[in-house]
């Protein structure tokens, strides 16, 4: 029971990340019938809607749209490729630009949650590796339980922003990206990149999900 209650555990926690890569590298091949790159997708797009201040370049740090230096950024497989995956990663991070440029509110939102979020993380990692030895130094009475609901709550504060992005994602993916995408990608080929671009957003719910298991670590760990 306990092994079977692991597995299930590990399903819910691992399978989102490892469809999401899946879909992405199934659409990954190049080519020939796209005219362009998926910077070149992007940098279209970009001029078309009148977007003029947003720049795109090359990263080797994963695929995001930068509001604050107002940049679309590409992995060099999406910068460079001519794949369903390349033209649509780039259009989902062009759906980025559109919400910023528009003043989207709920996007405004989570680029100032991330920020928190990413601190409130790196919080409940020393708080979680510092309890036991602040316990010992200070011998407060209820102290450790004190650092642990801390480092608690900044884990799940992490784990909650995570899944306040979704629907920034899911609109950027749907709303913005997918009537664009029908101007450029082939009928045929519009079924996939509604998977790719459902990927994009689900790289969230991977986030927020490890997140969690990253806390039920640190209190097992803790707990021992």
């Known amino acids: 029971m306990v092994v079977l209650l692991i597995v299930l555990l590990l399903a819910v926690f691992i399978l989102p990340n490892v469809w999401a890569k899946w879909v992405l590298k199934r659409h990954q091949r190049g080519r020939d019938d796209y005219p362009g790159t998926g910077a070149e997708l992007a940098e279209h797009l970009l001029r078309r809607l009148g977007v003029d201040e947003v720049t795109v370049e090359r990263t080797e740090f994963g695929d995001h749209y930068d509001p604050e230096t107002r940049c679309v950024r590409l992995s060099p497989d999406h910068y460079d490729g001519r794949s369903l995956t390349a033209v649509t990663v780039a259009a989902h991070e062009v759906g980025h630009a559109i919400q910023h440029h ?14 928190v979020a990413q601190k409130a993380e790196k919080m409940g990692a020393i708080l979680m590796m510092a309890a036991p030895f602040l316990f010992l130094l ?10 642990i609901g ?18 920034v994602e899911f609109d950027a993916s749907f709303n913005r990206a997918l009537p664009l995408l029908k101007d450029y990608v082939p009928p045929y080929d519009m079924a996939g990149a509604r998977h790719v671009l459902t990927a994009c957003a689900f790289t969230y719910v991977a986030a927020s999900l490890a997140s969690m298991l990253n806390l039920g670590r640190w209190l097992v760990i803790l707990r021992r």
């Open 102 to 115: 528009q003043g989207y509110a709920p996007l405004l939102a989570r680029s100032r949650l991330v920020g």
């Open 138 to 147: 200070t011998r407060v009475p209820g102290g450790l339980a004190l650092v």
């Open 150 to 167: 801390m480092a608690v709550i900044s884990f799940g504060t992490a784990a909650l922003v995570h899944l306040v992005t979704l629907p």
